[in-house]
Nanobody, 120 residues
Framework: QVQLVESGGGLVQPGGSLKLACAAS????????MGWYRQAPGKQREPVAR???????NYADSEKGRFTISRDNAKNTVYLQMNSLKPDDTAVYYC??????????????WGQGTQVTVSS
């Protein structure tokens, strides 16, 4: 079984920074793309950033220049460094990963989410 566990959320003032982490664990054979999504109250879940297993990155337009996604393949962990945070960034942030697991094949996995609140 595979689990994704996020950490690093919390309350931050506008203009501040937070770094999220998501560690994948379990019967993992290979991890392909990893990414972050977010869901604000009353809105649909939306993509934030994505990174391939070779380090290629993609960002939503509103996050370009403020957020940086990175990963440590040795630790099966993906990070999201968020700078210049705005109240509109308030949401639950979810980790996502495309994983081949032993015995179950290739599937899309999600973390449980971590709350990020940007408020003064």
């Amino acid at each position: 079984q595979v689990q994704l566990v996020e950490s690093g959320g919390g309350l931050v003032q506008p203009g501040g920074s937070l770094k999220l982490a998501c560690a994948a664990s379990g019967s993992i054979f290979r991890i392909f793309d990893m990414g972050w999504y977010r869901q604000a109250p009353g809105k649909q879940r939306e993509p934030v950033a994505r990174i391939s297993n070779r380090g290629s990155t993609n960002y939503a337009d509103s996050e370009k220049g403020r957020f940086t996604i990175s990963r440590d393949n040795a630790k099966n962990t993906v990070y999201l460094q968020m700078n210049s945070l705005k109240p509109d960034d308030t949401a639950v942030y979810y980790c996502n990963a495309d994983i081949i697991a032993y015995g179950t094949g290739r599937s899309d996995y999600w973390g449980q989410g971590t709350q990020v609140t940007v408020s003064s």
